[in-house]
């Protein structure tokens, strides 16, 4: 298995800012890509946003000019910086890495899970 596990999430008010890691460690050859999830109470779990070996970063609509991915792949870690916080932005945040094992082969893994609670 790759072992994920997150931090930095926690209470923060409209406007304030949070930034998540997240750390992968395990039998790893290789990560492809990581990144970060979401999931609200009645709502499906959505991309918020990805990033490649090569740095290349995908984000979700809705988080687009708030929200910062950056990743090291010598730590196989990755991060969000979460800037400009919405009461929306709530959510349950899980970290997602997906590549090779060296005894399981492919691997799509995700971590525990953080929380994340924009609230006056």
């Known amino acids: 298995q790759v072992q994920l596990v997150e931090s930095g999430g926690g209470l923060v008010q409209p406007g304030g800012s949070l930034r998540l890691s997240c750390a992968a460690s395990?039998?790893?050859?290789?990560?492809?890509?990581m990144g970060w999830y979401r999931q609200s109470p009645g709502k499906e779990r959505e991309l918020v946003a990805t990033?490649?070996?090569?740095?290349?970063?995908n984000y979700a609509d809705s988080v687009k000019g708030r929200f910062t991915i950056s990743r090291d792949n010598a730590k196989n870690a990755v991060y969000l910086q979460m800037n400009s916080l919405k009461p929306e932005d709530t959510a349950v945040y899980y970290c997602?890495?997906?590549?090779?094992?060296?005894?399981?082969?492919?691997?799509?893994?995700w971590g525990q899970g953080t929380q994340v609670t924009v609230s006056s």
């Open positions: 395990g039998s790893i050859l290789r990560i492809d890509a």
């Open positions: 990033i490649t070996r090569s740095l290349s970063a």
């Open positions: 997602n890495a997906q590549g090779i094992h060296a005894t399981l082969g492919y691997s799509d893994s």
